[in-house]
């Protein structure tokens, strides 16, 4: 026999051998085997019936538990008690409003027999409790002559330099006279803007007048009063008219206050009342004058704002016509 490997089937010999003749070694297995429970097809492997499994989370089909059913039968009792509570305020209410009314038809109102409230036509501050009464609203009042106190004329002409001051156009004794025991405590004077543009050289075109005033309703404690006078221009009879008349047109155009026409009624070429101002010309002379006061009427009667303006107002413009 000659030397070598045995040639027999499944071992090495001299040669390679038989295709597929190699020798398995007796330990190796397969290196993956064939897995159970699933059929070697193409795709993937059907479900199980009962997919996914159950577990911690709750029953089979949901795996975070079954969801809660919506709360409708709690939103729909709190909407109803919502509703029960709107419509018992609603009742009350209403009751309540009844009632008033009720109580209010039942009070006897004023027959034409008998006097009327006093203050219900604004002639006093008596009234229901509670409720103030209108304000007194009086007429205003026209001198029967002009004042023969004025004084001497003044000596004006479109030269600013030559106006009178402000401060200077009523004395003392005039506004105690006008408005009853009357004191000044100060005057103060002061230039307006146009003055200085329109008219150089003019100064203290307009003074504010303080007072101290008797109050008849109130002896111990006086009240006050305030007037404010504006020179607005000494010029020419004509271009104070226009200036004028173009003021007036302006101030009757407003959609609120009281406009009235006063005309000649003062002494002047013409005139007019806006709630507390008085405007005025006279020859080449526009003037303004405000007034307000802290006086009751009779009686304590609460006034209106334009009250002082309308009685003592007629006379202050007499004075200063009576010098122009």
């Avoid at 007429?139 to 023969?148: K, L, Q, S």
């Avoid at 600013?160 to 200077?168: F, L, R």
Wanted: glycine residues 14%; hydrophobic residues 30%; neutral net charge.
């Amino acid at each position: 026999m000659s030397g070598g490997w045995p040639q027999g089937p499944g071992q090495h010999g001299g040669g390679h051998g038989q295709p597929g003749q190699y020798p398995q070694h007796p330990q190796q297995q397969p290196a993956f085997p064939q897995q159970q429970g699933y059929p070697q097809q193409q795709g993937y492997p059907p479900q199980q019936p009962g997919y996914p499994p159950p577990g911690p989370y709750g029953p089979h089909g949901h795996p975070y538990g079954q969801p809660t059913p919506p709360r409708r039968n709690n939103r729909v009792a709190l909407w109803a008690a919502v509703a029960v509570v709107l419509i018992g305020a609603g009742v009350g209410g209403f009751v309540l409003l009844n009632k008033d009314d009720d109580a209010d038809a039942a009070k006897p109102g004023p027959t034409s027999a008998g006097p009327a409230a006093p203050g219900a036509s604004g002639g006093g501050k008596s009234g229901p409790p509670g409720e103030s009464a209108a304000p007194a609203d009086r007429p205003m009042v026209f001198p029967a002559a002009p004042p023969a106190d004025a004084g001497p004329k003044f000596n004006a002409t479109n030269d600013g330099k030559t106006w009178p001051k402000a401060c200077d156009m009523f004395s003392d004794a005039q506004l105690g006279k006008v408005v009853k025991g009357a004191t000044v405590k100060t005057r103060k004077p002061d230039t307006t803007v146009s003055v200085k543009y329109d008219f150089p050289g003019a100064a203290d075109n307009q003074c504010r007048f303080d007072l101290d005033v008797p109050d008849p309703n109130n002896p111990k404690y006086p009240t006050y009063a305030k007037i404010e006078l504006t020179l607005h221009e000494v010029s020419t009879p004509a271009i104070a008219k226009g200036h004028y008349g173009d003021t007036k047109k302006n101030h009757g155009r407003k959609p609120f206050g009281t406009f009235e026409e006063l005309g000649t009624k003062l002494g002047t070429d013409d005139a007019f009342r806006d709630d507390s101002y008085i405007y005025f010309h006279k020859g080449p002379y526009f003037v303004e004058l405000y007034m307000s006061s802290g006086l009751d009427g009779p009686g304590g009667a609460r006034l209106p704002s334009d009250d002082a303006v309308k009685q003592y107002g007629p006379t202050l413009v007499g004075y200063l016509v009576a010098r122009m």
